[in-house]
Antibody
Framework: QVQLQESGPGLVKPSQTLSLTCTVS??????????WSWIRQPAGKGLEWIGR???????NYNPSLKSRVTISVDTSKNQFSLKLSSVTAADTAVYYC????????????WGQGTTVTVSS | QSALTQPPSVSGSPGQSVTISCTGT?????????VSWYQQPPGTAPKLMIY???NRPSGVPDRFSGSKSGNTASLTISGLQAEDEADYYC??????????FGGGTKLTVL
């Protein structure tokens, strides 16, 4: 049973870079036709897809965030990571990592989510 | 890419059926069968309920069904139960090779 767990600072200052890591357990991040995504949700609002990575290193990003987002993968640690630069209060949200089967916008496994607040 | 359009809220009594719509365009819902639905009770992570328009993952009750007509996808919940009360989100693959979500629908079981 594959499980995902987000980790990282819960508080980030404006203009700094938000960094989160998702650890995959119960299976190899390299096995199967899976992409690995980051999705966020501001309090009381809807879901927003941030981007995804395949274990080959190939990435796709939300056009609205593309200039500020970097997603990377470390197969040796069974982890993938998110960096979001130049953050503002609008980036305050619950951040989820999730497994996307075949890159088909089909997220079948989700982490529990981690809250990141952007504030000085 | 614009978000898919969902009604903000729907409601129904136990035992009844409710349908949640998800309207997109010919660049997303209308062109691809990669539409999925997610259930999110308060304070929890989303859960996949329907994928590829009408397929249910193992463990999802058959009270949940999905369909699509043109640019609009729909999630129908029959035999409504109190435990179905949650927010529901649709998503679709798009012609930009990226996914887009709907704005979400709050289901209230009366």
């Amino acid at each position: 049973q594959v499980q995902l767990q987000e980790s990282g600072p819960g508080l980030v200052k404006p203009s700094q870079t938000l960094s989160l890591t998702c650890t995959v357990s119960g299976g190899s991040i390299s096995s199967g036709s899976y992409y690995w995504s980051w999705i966020r949700q501001p309090a009381g609002k809807g879901l927003e897809w941030i981007g995804r990575i395949y274990t080959s290193g190939s990435t796709n990003y939300n056009p609205s965030l593309k200039s500020r987002v970097t997603i990377s993968v470390d197969t040796s640690k069974n982890q993938f990571s998110l960096k979001l630069s130049s953050v503002t209060a609008a980036d305050t949200a619950v951040y989820y990592c999730a497994r996307d089967y075949g890159g088909n916008s089909l997220w079948d496994v989700w982490g529990q989510g981690t809250t990141v607040t952007v504030s000085s | 890419q614009s978000a898919l359009t969902q009604p903000p809220s729907v409601s129904g009594s136990p035992g009844q059926s409710v349908t949640i719509s998800c309207t997109g365009t010919s660049s997303d819902v209308g062109s691809y069968n990669r539409v999925s639905w997610y259930q999110q009770p308060p304070g929890t992570a989303p859960k996949l309920m329907i994928y590829e328009v009408s397929n249910r993952p193992s463990g999802v009750p058959d009270r949940f069904s999905g369909s699509k007509s043109g640019n609009t996808a729909s999630l129908t919940i029959s035999g409504l139960q109190a435990e179905d009360e949650a927010d529901y989100y649709c998503s679709s693959y798009t012609s930009s090779s990226t996914p887009v979500f709907g704005g979400g629908t709050k289901l209230t079981v009366l």
